[in-house]
Every structure is written in structure tokens, then in C-alpha cells.
């Protein structure tokens, strides 16, 4: 069965610091890994995205990597702020019937605190 | 959440009662897709269209129905059918390069 599994369930960080979330995958055929921020009660909007070949993508203060061997992919955020309060959505892209099908996680609420 | 609109923010509806959710693009994208999210869990696909004039159920489209006359279009029919409608909905249309998946605001549904 296709899934993501994200960790942690939540965060709570302090503005400044740096953290890290984690993604799990075990999805088959994989075409490809995005990274998702979604604040509260709006629609996400799209961080990174990366295929297999790739194993790191930077987006300002946001970095992702994936290791597509052990299916594992994670973000880190340097220096967070509190607009970085938001969830963090990990979504891995299938294809089946030339038809291209996201396998969303359930995400990593993140609240960075002053 | 780029050219995607959807309306009204936040809706109220009696339970028992059919209400429908718009959906709008000015990207000129040929496929739309209608989620629902819910507490905890990942976003669920209900349906998507990957053209004008066709469309196909996602993972949980029982209890709904869409419609797709219009490019821009793709309005979500939420009827007395859905069992647990209460829930955020988000609508997105694909296109590009890069061929990415693009996000409206979402309507948040509440059904007592």
C-alpha cells in the first residue's frame, strides 16, 4: 500500500532556532517528493520538489533532502521565524495508467514560539 | 495560492441538505482536482478532471459529485449522501512547466 509517514506529529520551537522533519515513503513506481507549507485554514503551497536523481534542494531557509535507497526525505529550517509557524506537508508523486496520483502525509504542525 | 479561487471561505449547511463548493482557475490549466482534509490525516482525493467534459472518482467519492462544462470550472456537489461531510476542502488545478499541482484557499464545510 501506498503511504507517507510523517514525524513529528507536532513541533514546538523556538524563533531562531533550527529544526528538522522527517518523511518516510513507501511508495511505488516514485516520480517524484515535494514539500509542502500550509498555514492554518489556507490552501499549501509548494517548498521544494525533487525526483530521484536528486538528493538536496534548497529554498532559502528551507532545505530538503532525499534518500531514495531507504525512501526517506526531510526538511530542515534554518533559523526559524514565526511565519514559519504553518504544517509541513510531505507529498510523494506516483504514476500508474500515465496517470500521475500525490500520496499526501498527514504533516508536521510546527509552532515556533518567541 | 496562485489564479485558484474558491467560495464562500467558510459554509454552513443543515444536515440532509445538498450544497455545492466553486472552484475557479484563470491558469488555463486542463486538470482540476477536489481534496478533502481532515484532522490528522492526509489530504484524500474525492475526484479530478483531467479535461473538459470528463472527470473520475478519486479515493472517497461516495456521497459527491462534480461537474466539468467549463475549463476554468470545477464545482464539488456535496449531497445528503456523504456521511461525515464536515471537513476543509481543497480544490487544485495542474499545469506548468513545472507541471505542478496548484492550491486554492479552501472552503471549510460545517454540516450539524
Known amino acids: 500500500k501506498n503511504q507517507v509517514e510523517q514525524s513529528p506529529q507536532s513541533l514546538i520551537i523556538l524563533e531562531g532556532k533550527n529544526c528538522t522533519l522527517q518523511c518516510n515513503y513507501t511508495v511505488s513506481p516514485f516520480s517524484n517528493l515535494r514539500w509542502y507549507k500550509q498555514d492554518t485554514g489556507r490552501g499549501p503551497v509548494s517548498l521544494t520538489i525533487m525526483t530521484f536523481s536528486e538528493n538536496t534542494k534548497s529554498n532559502g531557509r528551507y532545505t530538503a533532502t532525499l534518500d531514495a535507497d531507504t525512501k526517506q526525505s526531510s526538511l530542515h529550517i534554518t533559523a526559524s521565524q514565526l511565519s514559519d509557524s504553518a504544517s509541513y506537508i510531505c507529498?510523494?508523486?506516483?504514476?500508474?495508467?500515465?496517470?500521475?496520483?500525490?500520496?499526501f502525509g498527514a504533516g508536521t504542525r510546527l509552532a515556533v514560539h518567541p | 495560492d496562485g489564479g485558484i479561487t474558491q467560495s464562500p471561505k467558510y459554509l454552513f449547511r443543515k444536515e440532509g441538505q445538498n450544497v455545492t463548493l466553486s472552484c475557479e482557475q484563470n491558469?488555463?490549466?486542463?486538470?482540476m482536482y477536489w481534496y478533502r482534509q481532515d484532522p490528522g490525516q492526509g489530504l484524500r482525493l474525492i475526484y479530478y478532471?483531467?479535461?473538459?467534459?470528463?472527470?473520475q472518482k478519486g479515493d472517497i467519492a461516495e456521497g459527491y459529485s462534480v461537474s466539468r462544462e467549463k475549463k476554468e470550472s470545477f464545482p464539488l456537489t456535496v449531497t445528503s449522501a456523504q456521511k461525515n461531510p464536515t471537513a476543509f476542502y481543497l480544490c487544485?488545478?495542474?499545469?506548468?512547466?513545472?507541471?505542478?499541482?496548484?492550491f486554492g484557499p479552501g472552503t471549510r464545510l460545517t454540516v450539524t
Open positions: 478532471s483531467q479535461i473538459v467534459n470528463d472527470f
Open positions: 487544485a488545478s495542474r499545469g506548468g512547466p513545472p507541471n505542478e499541482q496548484y
Open positions: 491558469l488555463n490549466h486542463d486538470a
Open positions: 507529498v510523494v508523486t506516483t504514476s500508474s495508467g500515465g496517470y500521475n496520483k500525490l500520496i
